[in-house]
Nanobody, 121 residues
Framework: VQLVESGGGLVQAGGSLRLSCAASGSTSSINSMGWYRQAPGKQREVVALIRGGAGATDYADLVEGRFTVLRDNAKNTMYLQMNSLKPEDTAVYSC???????????????WGQGTSVTVSS
């Protein structure tokens, strides 16, 4: 499985962006997916998770009510709709997938390369 993010950029505070994470390869082996971010000088943190099956979602407290994670299985793409952006949302956003490795009977983590989001005040 390979993941490629897009949609990052520069936006003013209060604005919106939509990030995309396109998956390719053995996409049927993907279980849950998520968005993470890492701001300069800080550790990576989870932003939003979307599980397989019914697609239950979880959000970090800091983005609850402003961000929405969606998954379009037909397009093998996950989205992160970000509204009411704040300067503190500035970070590199990366998507993550938990993939089931049949041969090894184990779960693996796959990461995209990241996309940069800058929110100006």
């Amino acid at each position: 499985v390979q993941l490629v993010e897009s949609g990052g950029g520069l936006v003013q505070a209060g604005g919106s962006l939509r990030l995309s994470c396109a998956a390719s390869g053995s996409t049927s082996s993907i279980n849950s997916m998520g968005w993470y971010r890492q701001a300069p000088g800080k550790q990576r943190e989870v932003v939003a998770l979307i599980r397989g099956g019914a697609g239950a979602t979880d959000y970090a407290d800091l983005v609850e009510g402003r961000f929405t994670v969606l998954r379009d299985n037909a397009k093998n793409t996950m989205y992160l709709q970000m509204n009411s952006l704040k300067p503190e949302d500035t970070a590199v956003y990366s998507c993550n997938a938990i993939v089931y490795d049949v041969r090894g009977d184990r779960y693996l983590e796959v990461w995209g390369q990241g996309t940069s989001v800058t929110v100006s005040s």
